[in-house]
């Protein structure tokens, strides 16, 4: 009797085994899909790896900002900015018509589908009287130039700036005036310039 179950449970362990090979002949051999045959004439190409095409925009109003970089300099504190200068002086004269309204924040839903994020941080968190923090969130500032998001950033950082922009216009601010910092690091402020340069030449 013990012989009789001994045999039934090889039997059924070789048969499991049998069903686990078949199985895995399956799998392996006819578990892909077929190639698809390239129609005559036409060569059987590779389906490249997609990137979006897309094309630098230019900014819907033409605001270039000056430069915090050009800025005049204190000739006794060549490092600080010469605040008695008329272009500083005129900015602060246009974040003061704005501080009231502050803080600014939103959601932008790109022309891409994509979604940016934008502050304006309240009249407490400006540092200068006159220049203007500004964020953009959701926006890769260290993307390198020949990578295919590059235009992409580079799109998404110009329609939140250009929003940002009307924004402060119908508040009764000249943007065109006004210093802004962009973020709160050094590669974000100067990929921000480089960008507002590029998209008005």
């Known amino acids: 009797m013990l012989m009789k179950d001994k045999k039934v449970y090889v039997l059924l362990g070789f048969a499991f085994l049998l069903l686990l090979f078949v199985g895995v002949i399956i799998f392996v051999f006819l578990g892909g899909k077929p190639a698809e045959r390239p129609t005559p004439g036409q060569p059987n190409i590779p389906t490249p790896t997609f990137f979006p095409s897309v094309t630098p925009i230019p ?16 000739p006794r504190l060549p490092n600080a900015v010469d605040t008695t200068a008329p272009s500083v002086q005129a900015s602060q004269q246009e974040v003061a018509k704005i501080l009231s309204s502050l803080p600014y924040e939103k959601e932008l839903k790109l022309t891409g589908g994509s979604t940016i994020s934008i502050l304006i941080p309240g009249r407490e968190y400006q540092q200068y009287p006159w220049k203007l923090t500004v964020q953009v969130f959701n926006v890769d500032y260290q993307v390198a130039e020949n990578s295919p998001e590059y235009a992409l950033m580079r ?3 110009l329609e939140g700036a250009n929003d940002i922009f009307t924004q402060l216009q119908s508040l009764g601010a000249d943007p065109e005036k006004i210093i802004f910092t962009w973020g709160d690091r050094a590669y974000i402020q100067e990929r921000a310039v480089e960008w507002l340069q590029s998209a008005n030449n």
């Open 59 to 74: 900014l819907t109003v033409s605001v270039e900002p000056p430069a915090i970089t050009s800025l005049p300099r204190n």
């Open 155 to 157: 799109n998404a950082f």
